[in-house]
């Protein structure tokens, strides 16, 4: 297990779009997943993209309670309009938080490490942090889908002023 570089806003790898995942079972896809979560936990973060450690792969991993998912050539559905506002971070733009409208609602599907088909539907914070990480692999960031610059800010500043919780 390593923890990996996070690469931060400004990195092209940011914004390139990533490629599928040749062999979902490949021992160096299974290492990446370990490494990732790894990644993802120490940094405090609730999900983390291939593409944010230098790997333009189409997989991402994601909090899921005590435990760590990881979906591979993830598919993402809007069940709903993406409307919904609600505030967010990412591990490549370290310090900043903004409200980003998005679907209250998403379908998934993909595959897991081994291979295995996982399909499912999301809501709140998960079909949230479904959709930031599925745009990383289409090089998009959370900036690039917000409507409302006055809701973008430290999040010092921004827990400071009680706009949002404070969180590392
Ligand atoms: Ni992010």
């Known amino acids: 297990m390593a923890i990996l570089k996070i690469a ?31 990644t993802m936990l120490d940094a405090g973060g609730l999900g983390l993209a291939a593409p944010q450690v230098y790997v333009p792969l189409r997989l991402f991993v994601w909090r899921n309670g005590e435990e760590v998912a990881a979906l591979i050539n993830p ?13 967010e971070g990412c591990l490549s733009i370290p310090g900043l938080r903004a409200n980003v409208p998005r679907s209250a ?26 959709q930031h990480e599925n745009d990383h692999l289409d090089g998009v960031l959370y900036p690039m889908r917000m409507s409302d610059f006055t809701l973008f800010g430290f999040t010092e500043e921004l827990a400071r002023a009680g706009t949002v919780e404070p969180r590392a």
């Open 8 to 38: 931060r806003m400004g990195h092209p790898v940011l914004l390139r779009r990533a490629e599928p995942v040749a062999d979902p079972t490949d021992p160096e896809i299974r290492r990446l997943v370990t490494d990732m979560a790894e």
């Open 75 to 87: 598919e993402i559905d809007l069940l709903d309009p993406p409307d919904t506002a609600g505030w």
């Open 105 to 130: 609602r998403v379908a998934f599907r993909g595959l897991d490490v081994n291979g295995g088909p996982v399909a499912g539907e999301a809501e709140g914070m998960l079909a949230r942090i479904m």
